[in-house]
């Protein structure tokens, strides 16, 4: 084969192809651009024509290698023959929607359809295997929700499981606590100074002074009520139910209401055997507490008093609270700190409606939903005021009817049926005066360092008591500088570790 170029530029160029070895027929270009054709057999291509076709193939080619390679890696998975991926090529679009409408009508079936969890896989691996040998969509979409259902109840299970281990935890006495009581109990017996009134007599008179500060504290807890003593720097009187002169009529109201609580706490204990988890708050030992259901009677165990300041014994005073005694109630019984971070019915998590059941016709027909509820934790309470009311009447009768209601009225706890006693007869505290849920811990992570150190009370209130190894460390100190490290007793039974 043979090429004869003009100088001048070619237009037109002729191939030709010999005969045979050194053969003499050829093709000739000329600058006039009509060629001497030599050969029969000579094939003629204009670069006119060429020029496009390469350029379109330049275009084309690497598309067509993209969808190749596509195809290939897709095909692998859902193709095992050529012929499947010749079809995926040419349908291209459609199989991927008619893919799409077919795993989206899968998935409404399974979604619509009852499956047993038991008929889930293990893990996701198992999964994987078994719908590549299966290849059916239906199958992974029920395999699916299976697996998913198994989980779902796996993390229930594991919950339910965490809230028994919290509330035996966060309701067995320690054993330094245990050790604690048993020693001051022996030196209680064997120590006569031991036995001797407090306070001494010189301040006896103070006790029943209207225009002093007074505190009210009802425990039994020996630990925590010498924290919240030692923070206060108070004069203390320590007085035992038994010596409490209480009239026949109080004893009787006392009684009833105790044997109110047995059986809503029964009521509970039957439900939790039957593994209702909900319940486990209601069967808190604070639930049967005296001490808890006799501050619906303060004004009947401090007749000479008129007004004052009641504490929980899970609380650290840091700060003066004298205003307290100073601040006007404007004729309500109680001034309380209502857990608001705006104006009324800003109070998300804790409104009436977070207590109490509304759905009820005795709640729904005599209470609003959206009202906000108050703590308990540090109250003041007009004594006075008190008297003039039937709240201690309320609060038995509701008891009642929440029996007779099989506990349908409100949610476990002491706070319910003393929203109810006191509604409308509390007045708001200064919410930045306490810092609560020390003792929660989802609740904990959002309290500040700053709030806490201008908080003139905290409260530990929840599960985690600062006194047992569940409490959280960064807050015990907050409660444990206050413990007497140099007692003996203290000292003896470890509480300070």
């Not at 530990?460 to 409660?479: C, D, H, N, T």
Request: with cysteine; charged share 20%; glycine share 6%.
């Amino acid at each position: 084969m043979k090429f004869y170029i003009s100088a001048k530029g070619i237009k037109r160029f002729t191939i030709s192809n010999g005969g045979g070895k050194g053969s003499a027929k050829d093709t000739s270009a000329t600058a006039a651009g009509v060629p001497t054709v030599t050969t029969s057999s000579s094939r003629r291509i204009s670069l006119r024509t060429v020029l496009p076709v390469v350029l379109v193939l330049g275009l084309v080619l690497p598309f067509i290698f993209v969808r190749v390679a596509i195809l290939v890696l897709e095909s692998a998975t859902f193709c095992s023959s050529l012929e499947c991926a010749g079809w995926r090529f040419f349908s291209g679009a459609d199989t991927s929607l008619k893919l799409r409408d077919e795993l989206t009508r899968a998935l409404m079936e399974a979604n619509d359809g009852s499956v047993d969890d038991n008929e889930g896989v293990g893990s996701f691996n198992e999964l994987v295997k078994e719908m590549v040998l299966k290849q059916d969509l239906k199958a992974f979409a029920f395999r699916t929700k299976a697996m998913l259902l198994q989980m779902e109840h796996k993390v229930q299970r594991a919950k339910q499981q965490e809230s028994v281990y919290w509330h035996l935890a966060s309701h067995g006495v320690p054993q330094s606590l245990h050790c604690l009581c048993l020693k001051l109990a022996e030196e209680y017996a064997v120590n006569a100074i031991a036995r001797s009134s407090l306070p001494p007599p010189e301040f006896a008179s103070r006790l029943a002074d209207p225009y002093l500060h007074h505190l009210v504290l009802l425990t039994d807890n020996v630990l925590a009520a010498s924290v919240v003593v030692t923070s206060t720097s108070a004069i203390v009187e320590v007085k035992g139910l038994h010596q409490y002169d209480w009239s026949e009529e109080m004893n009787a109201g006392v009684k009833e209401m105790l044997e109110t609580n047995h059986l809503i706490w029964k009521h509970y204990y039957d439900k939790v055997k039957n593994i209702n988890y909900n319940n486990l708050n209601a069967l808190r030992p604070s639930s049967l507490s005296l001490m808890n259901q006799l501050r619906i009677y303060i004004p009947e165990l401090f007749p000479d008093l008129r007004k004052i300041v009641f504490l929980d014994d899970d609380v650290v005073v840091q700060r003066d609270i004298s205003s307290l005694w100073d601040l006007d109630l404007n004729g309500k019984v109680s001034g309380s700190v209502f857990k608001s971070w705006c104006e009324d019915y800003c109070c998300p998590g804790s409104k009436y409606t977070n207590y109490l059941n509304f759905s009820h016709p005795l709640i729904s027909s005599n209470f609003d939903d959206e009202q906000c509820g108050w703590l308990y934790g540090m109250n003041v309470f007009d004594l006075d005021a008190w008297r003039r009311t039937n709240i201690t009447e309320t609060y038995r009768k509701w008891l009642k009817l929440n029996l007779e209601s099989e506990t349908a009225l409100w949610n476990p706890g002491v706070l319910p049926p003393a929203l109810i006693a006191f509604d409308g007869q509390v007045h708001p505290i200064d919410p930045s005066m306490i810092v609560t849920d020390l003792g929660y811990r989802y609740r904990s992570e959002e309290i500040s360092k700053e709030s806490l150190e201008a908080a003139s009370v905290i409260h530990f209130s929840g599960p985690a008591k600062p006194w047992l190894e569940i409490g959280f460390p960064e807050y015990r100190s907050l409660w444990s500088r206050y413990v007497n490290s140099s007692n003996k007793f203290i000292r003896r039974c470890r509480i300070i570790r």
